[in-house]
């Protein structure tokens, strides 16, 4: 294990020794190589730089109490971004050849992996890209998949704990059937001017609202929302948000844990009567949301007066993390063990 000061790592990148990469050439995909270095040299009509052919994941390696390191639904990652390849146009990477450069990255990066008492855990970033030159709005007919990894410490630097939010109409993340539901760089583009402000305000991230009518509760900077009220979890339901594997967890888990889980349109004026409230993601797993300010409305929706999360959430977050580093049991089979 590399001498690292692992409980001060911040959510950033640290070059790491190794990197996986795999072409699309001629119609099929090659090959897995194995690389130490950091850039990547691209054609500058590379239909990455030019019509956007780019999509991401992100998901996590976790070193265990048992000493294991497992990986939590990469499955869902693999799936995820062949939807995205559909899309927008690229060749779908599939699921076994994912799921191998993902252990193989791992694995020749193990020194990496921060001890399980750090809190801290190894992110794993898979990149596609359109690498063929083209001038014209058409997909490429070459890419380039490649893996990564860091390792991170918490998103938020207070870690599991409340965080103020702030609801933006200035911005749009995505448009209704637009590009909201795959996982592409534009659309954190499009996000860096609201969270920039919401952050100079003394916000911990912006607060979308639909689209369209501006009546609806969408996303909360980079992650999905969901509220606790009456026993119930409930989460919107949109054509223009990215489809979470942590919410899609936290649903099943509410269910087993015997809530109620809807997905449906929620209006602004219902935050009022949910007696809790979080975003949701791979980065923060559950960031707990201490309030959501209404600048325009001048309305403040208060879910922890004391900034401490709800015993809901609490209780969620730590089932999730429990099956992630196979302290609780898997029942769902989400987990894969990749160093024994």
């Known amino acids: 294990m590399k001498e690292i000061d692992w409980s001060s790592l911040s959510f950033g990148y640290m070059k790491t ?10 119609g099929a995909w090659g090959k897995i190589e194995v690389s130490s270095e950091e850039t990547l040299n691209i054609h500058m009509a590379a239909t990455c730089l030019h019509y956007g052919q780019e999509a991401f994941e992100g998901l996590k390696a976790y070193r265990c109490p048992d000493g294991k390191v497992r990986v939590f639904r990469m499955d869902e990652n693999a799936a995820r971004l062949q939807s995205t390849c559909r899309g927008i146009m690229m060749p779908e990477l599939p699921t076994e050849l994912f799921e191998a450069m993902v252990a193989k990255v791992v694995r020749m990066n193990e020194a990496y992996i921060p001890p399980y008492e750090s809190g801290a855990s190894l992110y ?8 063929g030159a083209q001038v014209g709005v058409k997909p490429a007919n070459e890419y380039l998949f490649l893996i990564f990894v860091t390792p991170v410490g918490p998103y ?4 599991f704990a409340a965080n103020p939010y702030v609801i933006t109409r200035k911005y749009d993340r995505a448009a209704p059937l637009g590009t909201g539901t795959y996982k592409v760089g534009g659309n954190y583009a499009a996000s860096l001017c609201a969270s920039k402000e919401a952050h100079d305000a003394g916000y911990s991230a ?3 609202l639909d689209a369209k009518e501006k009546k609806y509760i969408d996303e909360c900077g980079a992650a999905n929302f969901f509220g ?30 015997g809530l109620k889980v809807e997905r449906r349109d929620i209006p602004e004026e219902e935050l009022e009567t949910f007696e809790e409230a979080g975003a949701c993601g791979t980065a923060a797993v559950i960031s707990p949301i201490q309030r959501i300010d209404d600048p325009e409305k001048g309305k403040s929706y208060v879910f922890s007066k004391d900034g401490k999360p709800g015993p ?12 992630q580093y196979g302290i609780e049991p898997d029942v769902h089979g989400w987990t894969k063990v990749l160093i024994e």
Do not use: H
Request: charged share 20%; glycine share 6%; with cysteine.
């Open 17 to 26: 020794d190794y990197n996986v990469r795999c072409w699309y050439r001629n």
């Open 124 to 131: 794993i970033r898979p990149l596609l890209i359109g690498t």
């Open 156 to 159: 938020f630097k207070g870690g």
């Open 206 to 208: 912006e607060f979308y």
């Open 228 to 257: 606790i009220k009456n026993n119930t979890y409930i989460t919107p339901k949109s054509t223009s948000i990215l489809p979470s594997i942590t919410n899609k967890s936290l649903m099943q888990l509410a269910e087993d844990l």
């Open 312 to 323: 809901v959430s609490t209780m969620l977050y730590n089932k999730l993390r429990g099956v």
